[in-house]
Nanobody, 122 residues
Framework: QVQLVESGGGLVQAGGSLRLSCAASGRSFSAYAVGWFRQAPGKEREFVAAISWNGGITNYTDSVKGRFTISRDNAKNTVYLQMNRLKPEDTGVYYC???????????????WGQGTQVTVSS
């Protein structure tokens, strides 16, 4: 069993930065891949980024490449999402999720956090 708690969201102006954290409790977190997803009002949840269990492999959705960086510190049971050059279209609730495989598909992840709100003003 893994419990995930996101933090670090907030209100920021376009062009600004935020760093989201996903803190995990429960054993064997370091064995899980982790993904970040987001959901804007009235839209479906979409994939943002994912990282393998050891941090060696990452992937991103095209719209955030070059602006967002996913990383993890398994000693701290935490995964981060550094978001730079934020745009209004990045607004949404951001969720982290853990699962056995690094994937852009939400169904591949069995554990989810409660989400953290990110709002980017123009």
């Amino acid at each position: 069993q893994v419990q995930l708690v996101e933090s670090g969201g907030g209100l920021v102006q376009a062009g600004g930065s935020l760093r989201l954290s996903c803190a995990a409790s429960g054993r064997s977190f370091s064995a899980y891949a982790v993904g970040w997803f987001r959901q804007a009002p009235g839209k479906e949840r979409e994939f943002v980024a994912a990282i393998s269990w050891n941090g060696g492999i990452t992937n991103y959705t095209d719209s955030v490449k070059g602006r967002f960086t996913i990383s993890r510190d398994n000693a701290k049971n935490t995964v981060y999402l550094q978001m730079n050059r934020l745009k209004p279209e990045d607004t949404g609730v951001y969720y982290c999720a853990a699962g056995p495989h690094r994937s852009s598909w939400a169904d591949e992840y069995g554990y989810w956090g409660q989400g953290t709100q990110v709002t980017v003003s123009s």
